[in-house]
C-alpha cells in the first residue's frame, strides 16, 4: 500500500513540473536561444544603406544665334544710280535669341533643358553699335575711291528694322521702342531686352533684321560706266546678361 502511495505521488509531482515548464515558456519567449545567458542592453540588428538617381540638367544661359559676319545690300530690281536717292536693302536670316544649354536651337527647348539652381535668372539685353569715327559709307570704283560718292550717317541714316515674332513678347521680350531704329551717328541702339523677372529656362524669340541704306541724291561719280561698291559702317553686336 505505501509503495503504491508513493507511486502516486510522484506522477503528480511530474505533471506539476510540466505546467510550470509551460508558464516559464511563455515568459521567456523573447530572448534569444542559447546555452549562455542573453546579453542585455542594446545591440545591433544590422544595416542597410540607401542610394538614388537623379538628373542634373546644365545650367542655364543666354545664347543667340546666328549673328552674321556680313550684310550686303543690293538696289531693287538692280536698279541703277541715275543722280536720285537710290535705296539699297538687305536683310538677315531668322535670329534666335533664347536661354538654353544647346547651341543652334531654333525652337525653344525644353522647360527642364537647364536650370538657374535657385539664382536669379539672368536679365539680357541685345545692342547694336556703331563705333566713334565709322558712321558713314564710303565709295569705290573698283580699286578707286570716290570720295564724293560716299556719305555720312547723319546725311542719309543706316535704317535697322526688326520684325519679331508674336512668341517674342509672350516671352517677356520688350523690342526697342521702335521697330526702325535710324542709326544716324555712331552709338548704341538696344535692339531687344528681358528683364530678370520674367526670364524662365526655356525663353525663346525668334526676329529677322532688314537693313536699309540710302545713296543720296545729286551725287556725281567720277568713274561713270563702271560698278560702284559702298562699304558701310561695321556693326558691333552684343548681347549683355546680368
Known amino acids: 500500500m505505501k509503495k503504491a502511495k508513493l507511486t502516486a505521488t510522484k506522477i503528480g509531482i511530474a505533471a506539476s513540473m510540466l505546467g510550470m515548464v509551460v508558464a516559464l515558456s511563455g515568459v521567456t519567449s523573447g530572448f534569444a536561444a542559447g546555452s549562455s545567458k542573453p546579453t542585455e542592453g542594446d545591440s545591433e540588428a544590422g544595416s542597410a544603406s540607401t542610394s538614388a538617381s537623379v538628373v542634373v540638367p546644365p545650367w542655364c544661359g543666354w545664347n543667340i544665334n546666328p549673328v552674321v559676319a556680313s550684310i550686303t545690300l543690293a538696289p531693287a530690281d538692280e536698279a541703277k544710280y541715275l543722280g536720285t536717292d537710290l ?13 538654353g544649354a544647346t547651341t543652334g536651337a531654333t525652337s525653344a ?41 560716299g556719305w555720312e550717317l547723319s546725311t542719309k541714316p543706316l535704317v535697322i528694322a526688326n520684325t519679331f515674332s508674336a512668341g517674342c513678347t509672350a516671352a517677356g521680350f520688350t523690342p526697342n521702342v521702335s521697330p526702325t531704329a535710324s542709326m544716324t551717328a555712331a552709338g548704341t541702339n538696344t535692339a531687344w531686352e528681358i528683364l530678370s523677372a520674367d526670364v524662365s529656362t526655356n525663353d ?6 532688314q537693313y536699309t541704306a540710302t545713296v543720296p541724291a545729286n551725287k556725281e561719280p567720277i568713274y561713270g560706266n563702271s560698278t560702284y561698291t559702298f562699304t558701310g559702317p561695321t556693326l558691333i553686336h552684343t548681347l549683355t546678361t546680368s
Open 87 to 99: 535705296a539699297l536693302t538687305g536683310s538677315t536670316s531668322s535670329i534666335n535669341a533664347y536661354v
Open 109 to 149: 527647348p525644353a522647360d527642364d533643358n537647364c536650370s538657374w539652381f535657385g539664382k536669379a535668372p539672368q536679365a539680357a539685353k541685345f545692342d547694336v553699335t556703331i563705333a566713334s569715327g565709322d558712321a558713314k559709307f564710303t565709295a569705290r570704283s573698283g580699286a578707286s575711291v570716290d570720295a564724293g560718292m
Open 204 to 209: 525663346f524669340c525668334g526676329y529677322s533684321v
